[in-house]
């Protein structure tokens, strides 16, 4: 360990108030908060620190240059052996003792380093960052969700109506506590939906791929489609081809004000697997059928 006096650039007869000066012009210099992101500084900081709580006390002082208690603070051994001189976990910066003898002055940055030290001593608990993975149905309907916390506790999480991908959920006070007078962090639900082979989403709308056999193309009819709220009936026109989308009004996302999104339906042809043997009948002897070019409009 340093030298105390050496630390702070003064004599060992220096008086009290010298040393008292020298702290502050270090400390001035030296400050975490006027030296954001400069470790170097920082821990330099933490020397003067050190040394100006052990000097500026009169009776610490006194033991430290009788060699009683060394640069730490901690008592010295009575025998001058070497197995006397191990590693000691005195906590040599423990205390804001000179800090807030500086915070105590007249000085212009007093105000500042007086705020620094009673953000440290109420300093407000750490958030703490879960992922949370829920259903796409229950993106769009909303729920109630729990986390198994690593200590073995558990949170309750609503999750509200409409969430999307990668949303981010704030659970006011459920971080860890804070010190003092700091109030405990949060807790910050990083939300991750499942994709749901049947829905894709398209801001606060939902399109479905659905499949519909020819004679419902051909003929139309009453088809029940899936919705993330449970299956509705629609109504498929006659001569609907794939391709066709129509349009579920109001069975999308929640919208603030309390709309909703709507879902739309795109219509996709599917034969039957074989083909019926009358089906290939009819469609061997179709000669209108067989005269219809489909690419007509690809092909110019």
Known sequence: MKNPYDILGV???????????????????LHPDLNPGDK??????????????????PEKRKRYDAGEIDESGAER??????RDFADSDFGHYASDGGFADFAQGDDPFADLFRRSAEARANRRGRDLHYRLEISFVESITGGSE??????GGTLDVSIPAGIVDGQTLRLKGKGTPGSGKGGPGDALIEIDVRPDP???????????DLPISLSEAVLGGKIRVPTPTGDVTMTVPAGANSGTTLRLKGK???????????EFVKLRIVLEKPIDPD???FVSNWEAGKAFNPREDIAR
């Not at 170097?40 to 006390?57: N, P």
């Open 11 to 29: 004599a060992p007869a220096a008086s009290a108030a010298e040393i008292q000066s020298a702290y502050r012009k270090l400390a001035k210099k």
């Open 40 to 57: 170097g500084a920082e821990e330099k900081f933490k020397e003067v620190a050190g040394a100006y709580d052990l000097l500026s006390d």
């Open 77 to 82: 051994p009575q025998h001058q052996y070497y």
């Open 146 to 151: 729990r986390i198994t916390l690593p200590t």
């Open 198 to 208: 049947r829905f894709k989403r398209d801001g606060d709308d939902i399109t479905i």
């Open 252 to 262: 999308g996302a929640p919208r603030r004000g309390g709309a909703r999104g709507d």
């Open 279 to 281: 089906l290939r009948a």
